[in-house]
């Protein structure tokens, strides 16, 4: 069974400081992880995935994740958060063992970014 | 292109009510899936289809009825709405087989129901 993590409910930066949003997980093969933002009362926007190959993934908006096998972990990130950043940001992981399509999703961090 | 479309945006149901929750995109993609949106639960897999004619479950099927007649449409029934159905549904759909391509959503119905 694959699952993910995201440990903070919340999370408060101030604009121009840079901000980490932190998803690990556990999944039988290789994964494939993403990274979705969803801005209130919208549906879920992609903006970044890692499939295979270099482990800094860079996606939407200035947003880039870090791929780490030996902790399991797929942390969002962005050195310098903007105001607008403040969203609920969505961690999902599937394996490669089958399942088809099938996403599992963390329950989300709430960004806060504040002037 | 409208991308995965919604309809109806909200509606309240009395316990017991049916009704049925449209999902549809333009984009040929061949896997639709539902999800439902609860606090502090992240999205929770309802159903999904792997192309027209052929669906299965997910994490949370009890309560809800699809089929797939279309590779445009997936709508979601629910057959006896109960209170614990009060949620924010989200249909979304992507390329498949392949596993690596991201998944794009609708805006999502609220629904209540009392």
């Known amino acids: 069974a694959q699952s993910v993590a995201q440990p903070e409910d919340q999370v408060n930066v101030a604009e121009g400081n840079p901000l980490t949003v932190k998803c690990t997980y556990s999944?039988?093969?290789?994964?494939?992880l993403f990274w979705y933002v969803q801005y209130p009362n919208r549906g879920l926007q992609f903006l970044l995935k890692?499939?295979?190959?270099?482990?800094l993934v860079k996606g939407s908006y200035g947003f880039e994740a870090e791929f780490n096998k030996s902790q399991t972990s797929f942390h969002l990130k962005k050195p310098s958060a903007l105001v607008s950043d403040s969203a609920l940001y969505f961690c999902?992981?599937?394996?490669?063992?089958?399942?088809?399509?099938?996403?599992?999703f963390g329950t989300g961090t709430q960004l806060k970014v504040e002037l | 292109n409208a991308g995965v479309t919604q309809t109806p945006k909200f509606q309240v149901l009395k316990t017991g009510q049916s009704m049925t929750l449209q999902c549809a995109q333009d984009?040929?993609?061949?896997?639709m899936s539902w999800y439902r949106q609860d606090p502090g639960m992240g999205l929770r897999l309802i159903h999904y289809?792997?192309?027209?004619?052929?669906?299965d479950q997910g994490e949370v099927p009890n309560g809800y009825n699809v089929s797939r007649s279309t590779t445009e449409d997936f709508p979601l029934r629910l057959l006896s709405a109960a209170p614990s159905q009060t949620s924010v549904y989200f249909c979304?759909?992507?390329?498949?087989?392949?596993?690596?391509?991201?998944?794009?959503f609708g805006p999502g119905t609220r629904l209540t129901v009392t």
């Open positions: 984009m040929n993609h061949e896997y």
């Open positions: 999944v039988s093969g290789n994964p494939y």
């Open positions: 289809s792997v192309g027209a004619g052929i669906t």
């Open positions: 979304a759909s992507s390329y498949s087989p392949g596993r690596n391509y991201e998944q794009y």
């Open positions: 999902a992981v599937r394996d490669d063992t089958g399942g088809g399509n099938k996403l599992t």
């Open positions: 890692y499939i295979t190959g270099d482990n």
